[in-house]
T-cell receptor, first 115, second 115 residues
Framework: ETGVTQSPTHLIKTRGQQVTLRCSSQSGHNTVSWYQQALGQGPQFIFQYYREEENGRGNFPPRFSGLQFPNYSSELNVNALELDDSALYLC??????????????FGNGTRLTVT | AQTVTQSQPEMSVQEAETVTLSCTYDTSESDYYLFWYKQPPSRQMILVIRQEAYKQQNATENRFSVNFQKAAKSFSLKISDSQLGDAAMYFCAYRSAYNNNDMRFGAGTRLTVKP
């Protein structure tokens, strides 16, 4: 069973630039959630995708957007990067057959640094 | 809104001893799920244990067990026979049974295991 994989592992961008982060969900999972984890804090929910549609969003501005593809992989796009966007971005996948109780399976994250 | 509080930023334990990590949460909902995740330096969040709020029996997974006090909104994690590999950040998390899109995490507790 293939786990959740994220790319790249590290990324350095300049303020104002745009970035795309990628995630491949675990085999058999069709729901993908993205989280932002600032240094020294717990993860914060950005949004979730289920069957290629956004299925819930946290308190993040519209410059955070996403996509989910037919193979259930996903992208997180951030436009007009700000210094405060520097964080670890975590992708997590889960099954839809028992979504309420389905635990999240996380990738190793992408460390984004904005200078 | 649901919030999760971990009041212990850091804890340490001697190898083979027992340690308890605290977590409290605030919710007006009656049905929800609680989780403990471990985040080692590899950054991947790993599920340690989960508890359904409707179950009175405390969950156990090998050396890991919880003390779930629903009325007090408390969900502590006990690690018995601590091992060096248990050293990590531990996050308590809450997920609503009614809106399962996002999982709310606490700020984490850094556990150090001394040989």
């Amino acid at each position: 069973e293939t786990g959740v994989t994220q790319s790249p592992t590290h990324l350095i961008k300049t303020r104002g630039q745009q970035v795309t982060l990628r995630c491949s969900s675990q085999s058999g999972h069709n729901t993908v959630s993205w989280y932002q984890q600032a240094l020294g804090q717990g993860p914060q929910f950005i949004f979730q995708y289920y069957r290629e549609e956004e299925n819930g969003r946290g308190n993040f501005p519209p410059r955070f957007s996403g996509l989910q593809f037919p193979n259930y992989s996903s992208e997180l796009n951030v436009n007009a990067l700000e210094l405060d966007d520097s964080a670890l971005y975590l992708c997590a996948s889960s099954r839809d057959t028992d979504r309420v109780n389905s635990p999240l399976h996380f990738g190793n994250g992408t460390r984004l640094t904005v200078t | 809104a649901q919030t999760v509080t971990q009041s212990q930023p850091e804890m340490s334990v001697q190898e083979a001893e027992t340690v308890t990590l605290s977590c409290t949460y605030d919710t007006s909902e009656s049905d929800y799920y609680l989780f403990w995740y471990k985040q080692p330096p590899s950054r991947q969040m790993i599920l340690v244990i989960r508890q359904e709020a409707y179950k009175q029996q405390n969950a156990t997974e090998n050396r890991f067990s919880v003390n779930f006090q629903k009325a007090a909104k408390s969900f502590s994690l006990k690690i018995s026979d601590s091992q060096l590999g248990d050293a990590a950040m531990y996050f308590c998390a809450y997920r609503s049974a009614y809106n399962n899109n996002d999982m709310r995490f606490g700020a984490g507790t850094r556990l150090t295991v001394k040989p």
